[in-house]
Nanobody, 115 residues
Framework: VQLVESGGDLVQPGGSLRLSCDCRGFTFSRFGVSWYRQAPGKERELVAIIISSGSRSTYADSVKGRFTISRDNAKNMAYLQMNSLGPEDTAVYLC?????????WGRGTQVTVSS
């Protein structure tokens, strides 16, 4: 089982990024997927969740209206589109795939929002 995040970068305030999570070694379509983030000195925060079918998603209040989670079960990929980024969004972003039996994590990708 392997989850590999990519797409993190240094971006100016107000900018956008799209994170990707490449999921391999398991039946991706049977797992819910979440994006978390962890900033230095802070607890890990749940950002967004999308269910296995992709038909429903939920968001933290702090990103609602700015971030969009999506998935492509045919490609075993999950995404996080992030718009209107601010310095408060600076963190390591981690992908998680979970079902009743398994809880899988990637190593994260760094997003830094700074001018």
């Amino acid at each position: 089982v392997q989850l590999v995040e990519s797409g993190g970068d240094l971006v100016q305030p107000g900018g956008s990024l799209r994170l990707s999570c490449d999921c391999r070694g398991f039946t991706f379509s049977r797992f819910g997927v979440s994006w978390y983030r962890q900033a230095p000195g802070k607890e890990r925060e749940l950002v967004a969740i999308i269910i296995s079918s992709g038909s429903r998603s939920t968001y933290a209040d702090s990103v609602k209206g700015r971030f969009t989670i999506s998935r492509d079960n045919a490609k075993n990929m999950a995404y996080l589109q992030m718009n209107s980024l601010g310095p408060e969004d600076t963190a390591v972003y981690l992908c998680n795939a979970r079902n009743s039996l398994y809880d899988c994590w990637g190593r994260g990708t760094q997003v830094t929002v700074s001018s």
